[in-house]
Structures are given as C-alpha cells and as structure tokens.
C-alpha cells in the first residue's frame, strides 16, 4: 500500500521550502524591480516571477526527479572535477562570497540605516555587521533548536506583516507609477527575467531540493515517483508564496517612487514605506522581523557551506570552515549592499545558464540514456558563453564603456553578439544549449555510449 500525505503535510513542507528560500534577495530585488520599472511593472514582473519563482522549482523538482544523493553527485554525471568545481562555487556564491553578506547588508538597510545619521553609516554598519556575524558564528558553532524554532516562528510572522504592508499598499497606494528607467525603458521583460537572477534562489534550489526528499522520506514515502510527485506538490506550494510575495513588493515598490524617488538599492523600500503607513511602530516591527530573518537565514548558510566543505576536506574541522566563512561575511557585508550586488551580477550570469542546462538535462536524460556526451557538450556549450557573459557584465557594472573592454574581450563579444540570438539581453546561451542537446542526444542513441551514471 502506497503511503499518502495530508494536504496540512504538504502545507507544513513547503512552507519550510518557502523558509529556506526567503531571505534578503526575495525583498529587496522585487521592490528595486517595482520602483525601476514603473509604467512597465507587469511585464517586468512577469520576467522576474520565471526566474525568480519559476526556476527555484524546476530545480527542486530536478533534484526529486534525478535521484541524486546531492548535487555534487547529480553534477559529476558531467565529471567528477566538474561537480566538485560547480557544487563548491556554487555554495561559495550562495553561502560566505555574496548571499551570507548579503544578509547582514539588507539587515542593516532595512532595520537600521534609516534611523542612523548621516556620517555615521559606515561605523553603525561595522558595529551591526560585528554582532550581527558574531551572533551568526556562536549559533553556528553550537547548533541549536533556538535556530529551527526562530526560523519557523518568524516564516509565518513575516509572511502576516508583509502581507498587511502589502494590503493597505494596495487599497491606498502611496503615489502613480512613474517612467520606466534604464533597461526598464525598452525591454522590461527581459531585464526582469536576469534580475530574477539575484535572488540566487535557483541555484539554492540545487541544494535545498535534498532537504526536501530527505524530509519527504522521514514521512515514509519511498518510491521514486512518490517522492517526486510530493515534491512537485510541495514545490507549488514554496513557489506560489514567493510569487505572491514578489507581485506584492514589486507593486509596493513601483508606487513609493513618486513620493520617496529612487533609491540604489531595494534595501530602503520597505522600511520607507512601512514608516509611511505605520509610522515608528510599524519601523521597529519590521525591522525586528528582517533582522531576525536574515539571522537565521545566515546561520543556516554557515552550516550548510561549513558541512559541505568539510565533507570534502575533511582535515579541515566543520568549525574552522565556519570560523572562517564567518569572517569572510563579516569584512564583505562593511563593503556595503550595493558593492555586493554590484559584484555578484557577473558571477550570476555565470552561474544560471549552467544551473538551467543541469536542471534540462536532468529532466530529458532518460530519452538519450544518460549519455555523459550529452552532459559534456550541452554544458561546455554554456560555460563557453555565459563565461563572456559574465566577464562583460563585470566590466559593465564596474562603470567601463565598451571603448574601455580589452580587444580580445570586444572581438568575442562582437562575434557573439553578430550569430546568437538573444545574446545581448544576456540569454545567447539558451539556442545553442538546445542545438548541441539535441545533436550530441542523436549521437548518444546510434553509438550507444556508456551512460554518465548507473
């Protein structure tokens, strides 16, 4: 007899996905999204929810549909150095290089830097990064229940304020939409789409996914498609929530900009705007909230990179890799939220397009019997783009032209630009992926290789 779950289950299960996905990203990107696009928010909106929210679960459901122990297993069926090389970066760019920081910095811009004055921002920024990591690195260190009961209570709390900001934003907006900025301008749906990028939840997904099954399993589901088919349900459920969250602040944010005008970063947003509906009390709240948030957001990606990396070097103690990844936050959060989004953007454009291509090939593997050529080329495929994409767009947010590129960097780009469709909205990858899987796929079924794995 197969074991079935309760709707309350799968509710329970993925509000806990939803947990592990929502932290700094989800609220300051979707309200810079919402004041940068103005007139043009829905179809920026839209991009922003494919990447945002869509592609968190296609990878969920790629981990629960591989039957892969973790993602270093599942990206190894590419090679073994490949999975390695992949699953360390990719948890060194979710955890200590940009996502970890990135919570302290949003944690300062949310629930402090608004009521700091002005001169003092960068020694009230050290000092609350200092606790802030401190606090992060004791928990870590010594795991306890506090963690999981903080980050459970404060799910639902957050969910319940953003929701009444977001209601009364609503039914009394604080001002029109104004004209599009930027990219915004003429392509907003396209600009959405890479934005959604930042918020780094497709590439957590890779790792959450495990969790999900692992936990999926601890309620007696055993089979395969049982466990994929409760992980498609549960996967709904996160991806729903963070859509709602994401069409709400997005909104929020398009009508602050009138009144409050634009700011660098969406970090200001929200505190401006429940300062204006709510007053000091609804600051204080919200800033307890984020900041409690971020904390267990943070503990939690100390772990997960702590464990990882210690499973991989495993003369090197869980808690001196902690230790260590804890500092590295600390000095990169007092670079300031706009230096560590400035600075990931370049390694996100690497990133996704593998991410993506590992997710296709998961999901169409069995139509080409697991042919390791077809991994290899579909991902060398990618790597050989998104790299320029993402060596361009380092040269591009550090502020130089074109004019300024190195020629070899120029003739790349140019000849890119001239035969991929796409490639200049930063998605050139998407054609070529698809031809080489499509062409290696044909070799795979007439030579009939040895498959990537067993």
């Keep these: 007899m197969q074991k079935k779950l309760s709707f309350s289950s799968y509710l329970a299960i993925g509000v806990m996905l939803f947990a592990l996905f929502f932290g700094a990203g989800n609220l300051i990107f979707p309200a810079q999204l919402g004041q940068y696009s103005g007139e043009n928010l829905w179809p920026a909106t839209v991009g922003f929810l494919i990447t945002g929210a869509g592609l968190p679960l296609l990878g969920i459901l790629a981990m629960g549909f591989s039957g892969s122990r973790n993602l270093q297993e599942l990206a190894s069926r590419v090679h073994p150095i490949y999975g390695l090389i992949f699953t360390s970066l990719l948890y060194l760019t979710i955890g200590p290089f940009f996502a970890a920081p990135r919570t302290g910095a949003v944690a300062f811009e949310i629930g402090i830097a608004s009521s700091i004055p002005e001169g003092y921002t960068k020694i009230a920024l050290f000092i609350f990064t200092l606790l802030f990591f401190g606090i992060t690195l004791w928990l870590s260190l010594n795991p306890a229940k506090i963690v999981d009961r903080v980050g459970k209570l404060m799910s639902p709390i957050i969910i319940v304020l953003l929701l009444v900001l977001l209601i009364v934003a609503f039914l009394n907006p604080m001002g029109e939409f104004q004209s599009p900025v930027d990219a915004y301008a003429k392509g907003a749906f396209v600009k959405g789409l890479t934005e959604g990028y930042n918020t780094m939840d497709a590439l957590a997904s890779l790792v959450f996914g495990i969790i999900v099954i692992n936990v999926l399993r601890s309620y007696g589901l055993k089979n395969k498609m049982q ?32 009144r409050l005008g634009l700011f660098e970063t969406g970090g200001p947003v929200l505190s401006e705007t429940a300062s204006y509906y709510f007053g000091t009390i609804g600051t204080v709240m919200l800033a307890i909230v984020i900041i409690l948030a971020c904390l267990t957001t943070s503990i939690g990606l100390m772990t997960a990179c702590g464990e990882y990396f210690n499973t991989i070097i495993p003369k090197v103690g869980y808690k001196t890799f902690v230790t260590g990844f804890t500092i590295f936050c600390f000095v990169v959060s007092n670079f300031g939220l706009a230096n560590i989004i400035t600075y990931s953007i370049p390694v996100l454009m690497l990133l996704y397009p593998l991410a993506v291509v590992l997710m296709l090939l998961t999901f169409t593997s069995p139509l080409f019997g697991h042919a390791r050529i077809v991994y290899v080329g579909a991902t060398a495929t990618a790597l050989l783009i998104s790299l320029f994409d993402g060596i361009k767009t380092l040269y591009s947010t550090l502020g130089y032209e074109k004019t300024e590129w190195p020629s070899w960097l120029t003739s790349i780009d140019s000849f890119y630009n001239t035969i991929l469709p796409f490639y200049s909205d930063g998605l050139g990858w998407i054609l070529p992926v698809l031809i080489v899987m499509i062409f290696t796929a044909l070799i795979a079924l007439i030579m009939k290789p040895a498959p990537a794995h067993r």
Excluded: D
């Design 227 to 258: 466990i994929f088919s409760a992980t498609v349900k549960t996967g709904v459920v996160a991806s729903g929530i963070l859509a709602l969250i994401y069409v709400g602040i997005a909104y929020l944010g398009a009508t602050t900009t009138e």
